[in-house]
T-cell receptor, first 112, second 117 residues
Framework: SQQGEEDPQALSIQEGENATMNCSYK?????LQWYRQNSGRGLVHLIL?????REKHSGRLRVTLDTSKKSSSLLITASRAADTASYFC????????????FGTGTRLQVTL | GAGVSQSPRYKVAKRGQDVALRCDPI?????LFWYQQALGQGPEFLTY????????KSGLPSDRFFAERPEGSVSTLKIQRTQQEDSAVYLC???????????????FGSGTRLTVV
C-alpha cells in the first residue's frame, strides 16, 4: 500500500518558474527520499533527507522535512523543460529491509 | 556495470504463461529490491535480498510470485500462471545499504513492462 499522498497530483508551470511538491506520510521514518521518473523509465534518486534533518539542498533542489507534521516538500527552482517528469517521495522506516514506501507521485509539466 | 540492468525491457505474456524477469544490480551492492508499479501509481515493494538471503518477501502478492538471487548478484523474479492483474512495470533496485547501516539512495533499473493478454 502507498505510504501517503502527494499534492498536487499534477502541476503545470512555465520554464523559469519554481515548482513545489508536497508529500505526507503516515508512520515514523528513518529518512525520506525523492525520486524522479521520466515516462516509461526507471526512477532516479534525487535527494535523501534524514529524520534529524530539517532542510537539504542539492543544486536547484531544496527539500524540507517536518517530522511533527509527517510532511516533506520538494522545491525545484528555475525549472527547465527537462524537469518534466513524475516526482515521488519515498519513506524508509528502517529495519532489516529498509524498504521504501512510495507516495502516489506528482506529474510535473514544464512548458517553454 | 554502471547501473542496474533489467531484461527483458518489455514482455507480453498470454494469461497462464510463466515469465522470468532478470535484474543485474550494481557490482558490490549487497541490497537488492523488487518493486511493482501499476499504471499511474507509485512503486510498491515486493521483496528484498541481502546478498543471497531473501530477508523480506512480505510484498509478494501471491504464491505465484517467486524471487531468487542464488549467488548474491543477479536476481530473477518469476511469475507463474500469469493473470491480467499482474500487468505492471517491475522495477529492480540495488543499494549499498546494509541492515542497520548508513542509508543510501537506491539505484533503479529501467524496469520490465509486463503485459498479460
Amino acid at each position: 500500500s502507498q505510504q501517503g499522498e502527494e499534492d498536487p497530483q499534477a502541476l503545470s508551470i512555465q520554464e523559469g518558474e519554481n515548482a513545489t511538491m508536497n508529500c505526507s506520510y503516515k508512520t515514523s521514518i528513518n529518512n525520506l527520499q525523492w525520486y524522479r521518473q521520466n515516462s516509461g523509465r526507471g526512477l532516479v534518486h534525487l535527494i535523501l533527507i534524514r529524520s534529524n534533518e530539517r532542510e537539504k539542498h542539492s543544486g536547484r533542489l531544496r527539500v524540507t522535512l517536518d517530522t511533527s507534521k509527517k510532511s516533506s516538500s520538494l522545491l525545484i527552482t528555475a525549472s527547465r523543460a527537462a524537469d518534466t517528469a513524475s516526482y515521488f517521495c519515498a519513506t524508509d522506516s528502517g529495519g532489516t529491509a529498509s524498504k521504501l514506501t512510495f507516495g502516489t507521485g506528482t506529474r510535473l509539466q514544464v512548458t517553454l | 556495470g554502471a547501473g542496474v540492468s533489467q531484461s527483458p525491457r518489455y514482455k507480453v505474456a498470454k494469461r497462464g504463461q510463466d515469465v522470468a524477469l532478470r535484474c543485474d544490480p550494481i557490482s558490490g551492492h549487497v541490497s537488492l529490491f523488487w518493486y511493482q508499479q501499476a499504471l499511474g501509481q507509485g512503486p510498491e515493494f515486493l521483496t528484498y535480498f541481502q546478498n543471497e538471503a531473501q530477508l523480506d518477501k512480505s510484498g509478494l502478492p501471491s504464491d505465484r510470485f517467486f524471487a531468487e538471487r542464488p549467488e548474491g548478484s543477479v536476481s530473477t523474479l518469476k511469475i507463474q500462471r500469469t493473470q491480467q492483474e499482474d500487468s505492471a512495470v517491475y522495477l529492480c533496485a540495488s543499494s549499498l545499504r546494509l541492515a542497520g547501516g548508513k542509508s543510501y539512495g537506491y539505484t533503479f533499473g529501467s524496469g520490465t513492462r509486463l503485459t498479460v493478454v
